[in-house]
């Protein structure tokens, strides 16, 4: 009999907190019905019923998908449109576009030199197609990688490899940051390192170039205010 006031004494503050039934059941293990008996005249606001309806799990889990698939029907749309927008891609669209994505992401500090890092392996396999257009062959790149410390290093090399379409002897030594990779917060893009693929050969870094000096020239009207630095 105490021990039954107790669990209804304790139901009564827990009910006093704005628990619900489902709440205090979990925390008491007692039945509805003695819940039901206990708490008959202490009903809920109208405030808390909403709220305690709009935290259920079942709900958000609800919202979340429903939110999701209105996400993945708009990208679709978007995609879509794009896709037709933009149409088929020819070898003049990879010509120029390849200077772009150099202009944003290319090395351009070292003399004779073209190099392009990125944890994206799609960006480097289009960079790597823009420098077969240009006549570099791929048995002339080398791939470095920035690796982490607590990261396979041969699977790495591996998934690059593959990536790439690259031989093995083509990976230069990696660079292993002393940091951790699980101690990254946020891990896209950095599941498998950084790659830089590297070409020495100056008359091409010369061209690329002297090749964004005059798109920045056509686009801006003033290719000096902001041309890349020429190489010797």
């Known amino acids: 009999m105490k021990r039954r006031t107790n669990e209804k004494n304790i139901a009564l503050t827990l009910r006093a907190q704005g628990m619900s039934y489902s709440q205090i059941k979990a925390q008491l293990n007692v039945s509805k019905s003695s819940l039901s008996e206990w708490l008959c005249d202490y009903p809920l606001s109208t405030e808390r019923i909403k709220e305690l309806r709009d935290w259920n799990p079942r709900r958000i889990e609800k919202f979340i998908n429903t939110m999701r698939n209105k996400r993945e029907l708009k990208n679709l749309a978007a995609f879509e449109k794009a896709k037709k927008d933009i149409g088929s891609l020819n070898k003049r669209d990879l010509f120029i576009g390849g200077f772009f994505l150099y202009w944003a992401e290319g090395g351009k500090t070292r003399k004779g030199s073209l190099s392009l890092g990125n944890t994206d392996p799609s960006m480097l396999q289009v960079f790597i197609k823009w420098l077969t257009l240009l006549g570099i062959s791929k048995k002339e790149l080398k791939i470095k990688l920035h690796l982490y410390k607590d990261m396979n290093i041969e699977n790495e090399i591996s998934f690059w490899q593959k990536s790439l379409g690259v031989r093995r002897v083509q990976f230069k030594k990696p660079y292993i940051k002393d940091s951790l990779l699980t101690g990254i917060t946020y891990k896209n893009g950095f599941g498998h390192g950084t ?26 009207g003033d290719g000096r205010k902001i041309a890349p630095v020429a190489q010797r």
């Open 195 to 220: 790659c830089n693929v590297v070409v020495d050969r100056t008359e091409p870094a010369r061209y690329i170039l002297m090749g964004m000096r005059y798109i920045i020239e056509v686009l801006t």
